[in-house]
């Protein structure tokens, strides 16, 4: 038994593009290479006494004593639980954004304290790391990375969103 084509109603292919493919191994690589910086990050510090990573925010001179120790007690796991959330792909776009907002924060506290000329251990991955010209644009790579991840996660979403609803 023929049935005839045009008495069968297809539903329209929703097929992936080029650009598709590309933004999803953009996203990919993006997230897993921020994800392992910050777990990397959170692991040094969590190796070590909180006290001593303490004393490294303690050097940028912007907290207060009960601010330095709740960003030296909590900030190692904040690291974890993004990096380990951005290399699962568990809430890609608000782990995304939530690494790029602690990153901006992290960029702007080490060009304060560079300008500043303290001689000081930055603290970003452990306790034995000078800040240099070098922390700045190492963690400014770091924050690139991380926004155009963070970009790339909502245009994404915005772009199948549109494309169920045509």
């Known amino acids: 038994m023929a049935t005839d084509p045009r008495s069968v109603r297809s539903a329209p292919r929703k097929s992936k593009t080029a650009m598709d493919t590309l933004i999803w191994w953009l996203i990919l690589a993006g997230?897993?290479?921020?994800?392992i910086?910050?777990?990397?990050?959170?692991y040094t510090k969590l190796q070590h006494p909180?006290?001593?990573?303490?004393?490294?925010?303690?050097s940028y001179q912007m907290l207060s004593e009960s601010g330095v120790e709740f960003v030296?007690?909590?900030?190692?796991?904040?690291e974890l639980v993004l990096g380990a959330m951005l290399i699962i792909g568990i809430?890609?776009?608000w782990a995304a954004a939530a690494a790029t907002a602690v990153l901006v924060v992290f960029v702007i506290a080490i060009i304060r304290a560079?300008?500043?000329?303290?001689?000081?251990?930055?603290g970003c991955f452990g306790t034995n790391e000078s800040l240099t010209k070098f922390t700045i644009v190492r963690d400014a790579g770091f924050l690139a990375?991380?926004?155009?991840?963070?970009?790339?996660?909502?245009?994404?979403?915005?772009?199948?969103?549109?494309?169920?609803?045509?």
Not at 114 to 122: A, E, G, Q, S, W
Request: one cysteine or more; proline letters at 2%.
């Open 31 to 35: 997230r897993l290479f921020v994800g």
């Open 37 to 42: 910086v910050f777990v990397y990050a959170a």
């Open 50 to 58: 909180w006290m001593l990573f303490a004393m490294s925010v303690d």
């Open 72 to 78: 030296a007690r909590v900030l190692p796991w904040i």
């Open 91 to 93: 809430w890609v776009r």
């Open 114 to 122: 560079y300008t500043m000329r303290l001689t000081i251990n930055c």
């Open 145 to 166: 990375v991380s926004l155009v991840v963070t970009v790339l996660a909502f245009v994404r979403r915005r772009r199948l969103k549109a494309r169920r609803a045509a």
